[in-house]
């Protein structure tokens, strides 16, 4: 009888994409606003020394009245703009030769352009210059009680960062060590639907789950964000108009092709973070992990 490996031979294969295994979510690039910039520069003005506007309340004599101005820092913050970038190589024999049904150059570009966003999320939050890990204040960052994040620690985190808060961002081991100590307390966190995703939160404000807050060792971080410009808050920032521009700030530029017959494309994401206010971001610092519990028979788990 005619084999299996025979009758492959004449038959078509359904062929999916390439599978890129470490590409995730990117909630963070998703729920921050993002500000378009002109030059690649974005400048934070902030007041000096609010503390000294005097004002006067219930006067019923004829007393001088204060006089106040508002003064500027003469030396603000700006922030320009950082590349993610690379040149992709690929083969015009592959191009022209394998191309059908998948084209290899888009194939490629498409592969690539993904390693490159989730390099962009990670600078988001490890940068050492606009990283969101280093802009964050020193009087805006706490440590867990105990090392594993506990609703108290939450509600710490809650009320440094208090004028309308957004979202919570942590490590999913983490999100998972929350609700460990919630179940261990009796009070299992709610879950919402966002993005057709269902995700934990916690007083109302979402725990959203990202792999670039690194667990080093068995230790996270977790932050607490209000976003907008309008209110002061986080902010990612993109420059619009680019040359190449196949979405914002992003641009490929094919680069011609060299003497061993490779076409080249240079692929490069221009993007930053911003902290409007200091109270607009917050820490948990040193949250365990690995802490685990064991309940006893008949408890709810």
Not at 33 to 46: D, F, K, L, M, S
Not at 79 to 108: A, C, G, H, K, M
Not at 130 to 154: C, E, F, V, W
């Amino acid at each position: 009888m005619l084999s299996d490996r025979a009758a492959k031979q004449i038959a078509n294969t359904t062929k999916t994409p390439v599978q890129l295994g470490t590409t995730t979510p990117r909630w963070l690039v998703g729920f921050l606003p993002w500000t378009p910039v002109e030059a690649g520069t974005y400048r934070i003005n902030r007041v000096k020394n609010p503390a000294d506007i005097k004002v006067v309340c219930g006067r019923t004599d004829e007393s001088e009245l204060p006089r106040a101005f508002v003064d500027y820092e003469e030396k603000p913050r700006e922030q320009t703009l950082s590349q993610v970038t690379t040149i992709l190589d690929v083969n015009t024999r592959v191009s022209d030769l394998f191309s059908s049904p998948i084209d290899q150059i888009r194939e490629q570009l498409r592969l690539t352009i993904e390693v490159v966003k989730e390099r962009q999320e990670n600078e988001l939050i490890n940068n050492s210059d606009y990283g969101l890990l280093h802009q964050a204040a020193p009087s805006m960052r706490i440590s867990t009680r105990k090392g594993a994040p506990t609703p108290d620690d939450l509600d710490e985190l809650i009320a440094r960062v208090w004028k309308e808060p957004s979202f919570f961002l942590a490590h999913p081991r983490a999100i998972a060590a929350f609700g460990r100590e919630c179940t261990r307390r009796g009070v299992p966190p709610p879950t919402v639907t966002l993005f057709g995703t269902p995700m934990l939160t916690w007083r109302g404000l979402p725990l959203v789950p990202c792999d670039k807050l690194h667990v080093n060792g068995t230790k996270t971080d977790v932050l607490l964000m209000r976003t907008g410009e309008k209110k002061r808050g986080v902010i990612g920032l993109f420059q619009p108009g680019i040359p190449g521009e196949v979405s914002p700030s992003l641009s490929v530029r094919f680069m011609g092709i060299n003497q061993h017959g490779a076409s080249s494309y240079l692929i490069s994401l221009y993007c930053s973070a911003a902290v409007m206010v200091e109270d607009a971001l917050g820490v948990l610092e040193n949250v365990q992990v690995d802490q685990y519990h064991d309940y006893p028979p008949g408890a709810p788990k």
